[in-house]
């Protein structure tokens, strides 16, 4: 009954020694291939040990890779035209204001009525101001009779003045030799400084008569222009945007008559970010879009030298025909402004990132799968993508993954094909 046990014994460990130490002739036997000689066994091992070490290597240093998915751009000449969101704006606008005051006599004009330079807007009562001329200009008549009896004044005196003078040399000669008195001579004396003052007293009243007429004519003028004032015009070729002054209504110097709107041509203004502006020249040509699909060209007349202190933009205006006057004041407009072409980069919007220091680019793939960092400016942008200056003209740009990855690190790129 012992033996049974033993003989048990002795094939569970001849089993065990089969399964442990001949392992690989157990696996070559079951898949049908012939056993290794003894001697090669462990060669054959070493190999397969070896083999299986690099695979597993490989392995391990792939998986430390960051997977990325990049394209293969190549730049393309472009023109980088400057884009822009603005708006139709009339070349010119005044609100039109009484100098005056007075009672509105003329019929009112419409809004949207065309006017020309110098039609009369409105016209007020002239009341007392043709009173007030005609006085003015009696006055100035007045004044200027009085010239020649003044002048004539003056003419006297100053013949009185000769002869005293003459009176007055002959008395002090006559003196010096003995024939005359010195109560002559003294009343000589006295009657030349009596003729002077009768000089100086007819010269002033002269220029007191010049003094009035230069007042009475001032008068004049003012009350002229008071009346002037009573007819309100246009001071330029237009469209009135607001009803010129209701007749019968009173107006105050200051008030409003009528708001004029000049649209030919017409502005279509926009704002530039400074990143752009040195690309923007007075002159250029431009071309717009208005909101009713209409596109225009024109040239840009200004382009502002003073940024805008809340936006940092530029204003910049562009001056378009407008002969029918369709385009109207206060239409929305996309602008494009030409600039000299450039070598872009179409890509994703998706894929701009941001390095450390704060700079905007992209990351691509290097020599050797490493991440490189450029510096790019955008172009404009479509329905496609941005177009973007600053990588090399051949470039691995990644477009998923970049925000994982920083400049250095060792990539995994899988390539898709570009929009």
Known sequence: MRLIPVLTAILVMAFLFVLVVERDTLRAFAAGETAQP???????????????????????????????????????????????????????????????????????????????????LCRLEAGTRTAILAEAQARFAEAKARVPSTAATVAEAEARLEEAMINDNAARKLSEGGFASSTRVASAAASVRAAEASVQAARSGLETTQAGIESAQALVAAAQ????????????????????????????????????????????VGFVPETAINRVNVGALAGAQLSTGEQVRGQVTFVSRSADPLTRTFRVEVAVPNDDLR??????????????????????????????????????????????????????????????????????????GQEYVEEGVAVLPFYEEPA
């Open 38 to 120: 003894a001697g090669n066994s462990s060669s054959t091992d070493a190999e397969t040990t070896s083999a299986e070490t690099n695979d597993v290597g490989d392995t391990a240093q792939a998986s430390k890779k960051v997977r990325v998915v990049a394209i293969h751009s190549q730049a393309r000449m472009v023109d980088s035209a400057v884009v822009l969101r603005g708006e139709t704006e009339a070349n010119r606008e005044v609100q039109v204001r009484a100098e005056t005051g007075g009672l509105v006599v003329s019929e009112p004009l419409r809004r949207g009525t065309h006017v020309d330079r110098s039609q009369e």
């Open 225 to 268: 222009r008071d009346i002037e004032r009573l007819v309100i015009t246009a001071p330029f070729e237009g469209l009135l945007e607001s009803d010129t002054a209701e007749l019968g209504s009173l107006v105050q110097a200051g008030s409003l008559c009528a708001t004029i709107i000049q649209l030919n041509p017409i502005l279509i």
């Open 327 to 400: 385009i109207r004041d206060g239409q929305t407009a996309e602008i494009y402004i030409a600039s000299d072409g450039a070598e872009a980069h179409l890509i994703p919007q998706s894929a701009l990132t941001l390095n450390d220091e704060g700079t905007l680019g992209v990351r691509m793939v290097g020599e050797g799968d490493l991440v490189e960092f450029a510096a790019i400016e955008v172009l404009r942008d479509s329905a496609e993508g941005i177009w973007i200056e600053g990588p090399p003209k051949d470039a691995n740009i990644i477009v998923i």
